[in-house]
């Protein structure tokens, strides 16, 4: 009952603000690590939301995530095929450092992908885009060419994680961002012969 109120709550403030899709952590334990038990009563959560958001018309999307019911492609797949309701996949890579295992992953789960996150990050350190350990023109060739439709956001930057606020150089992040937004311009623009 509690988190019944809480989603009604969360939808009616996206209802005013005309949002139209959750991003949702679909959990926060391992999948592997939930009992029978454990995972019916998150996927019950989970369908709720969803109920309550289709209301409204608003879709809710899961991120690819540790810690959640969708922490691999198998666990994804596993929660699409359980849940018995319209589900979208937020995807981010597993792994930034394997560029093979990203595109992988979207290949597996493209058909119900509909948000990209992306992140540059080369050796474990976050970089520009363009720099990343995965290959993004790769990346967004490979989902041109799935037909991917949906939206793409540029997570985290250079610089947009500091260790204390006084480190944080909101000039230099911004630029960053514009960067990468260039590059990704770039990658998806259709390429002239």
């Known amino acids: 009952k509690e988190n019944e109120e809480v989603f009604a709550d969360l939808v009616e403030r996206c209802t005013v603000l005309g949002v139209g899709r959750i991003k949702t952590f679909s959990g926060n334990r391992a999948k592997d690590s939930l009992s029978a038990h454990e995972a019916a009563v998150a996927l019950d959560q989970l369908r709720l939301l969803i109920d309550i958001a289709a209301e409204k018309e608003i879709i ?22 359980n849940i018995d309701r319209p589900l979208s996949i937020c995807f981010q890579p597993m792994d930034f450092t394997d560029s093979q295992s990203a595109l992988d992953d979207f290949r597996s789960l493209h058909e119900s992908i509909d948000h990209v996150h992306l992140q540059g990050r080369r050796s474990g ?69």
């Open 125 to 193: 350190e976050f970089s520009l885009l363009e720099d990343a350990d995965i290959n993004y023109p790769e990346f967004f060739k490979m989902a041109t060419d799935l037909k991917y439709s949906g939206d793409y956001c540029i997570e985290f930057v250079r610089g947009c994680i500091v260790d204390s606020p006084d480190e944080f150089r909101l000039d230099e992040v911004l630029e960053t961002a514009r960067t990468d937004y260039d590059f990704v311009q770039r990658c998806l623009s259709p390429r002239k012969s």
């Open 60 to 81: 809710v999307s899961a991120e690819l995530h540790q810690n959640s019911l969708t922490d691999s492609v198998e666990a994804a797949e596993d929660t699409l095929r």
